[in-house]
């Protein structure tokens, strides 16, 4: 079974860091981009970053340059998404895509998708 199971969100205050984790099973991540999306109550999906191994990573969200960081462990055929210095505008429900031909800001390009991981950032 395809699929990518993300974990580690969570309340935070401002400030503070959290690490989200995407692991995948019946598809090796190596092989894939893989982009994090975020959407906040009310608001669009967005793109947050995307991470490819032919052409690293690019920022989607100006505002999380410097902030957060994507890093993958092939050995566990997994994603992280590293956030520091939270700031209540980052609260959204967090998701992981992985697509095999590169990295996009439309989500619908995605081939595979995580289930969520809401973070809140809330003092």
């Known amino acids: 079974q395809l699929q990518l199971v993300e974990s580690g969100g969570g309340s935070v205050q401002p400030g503070g860091s959290l690490r989200l984790s995407c692991a995948a099973s019946?598809?090796?991540?190596?092989?894939?981009?893989i982009g994090w999306f975020r959407q906040a109550p009310g608001k669009e999906r967005e793109g947050v970053l995307c991470d490819s191994i032919h052409v690293g990573t690019t920022y989607y969200a100006e505002s999380v340059k410097g902030r957060f960081f994507i890093s993958r462990d092939s050995a566990k055929n997994a994603a992280y998404l590293q956030m520091n210095s939270l700031l209540p505008e980052d609260t959204a429900d967090y998701y992981c895509?992985?697509?095999?031909?590169?990295?996009?800001?439309?989500?619908?390009?995605?081939?595979?998708w995580g289930q969520g991981a809401q973070v809140t950032v809330s003092s």
């Open positions: 895509a992985a697509d095999f031909e590169g990295c996009y800001t439309d989500p619908a390009a995605y081939d595979y």
């Open positions: 019946g598809l090796t991540l190596d092989n894939y981009a």
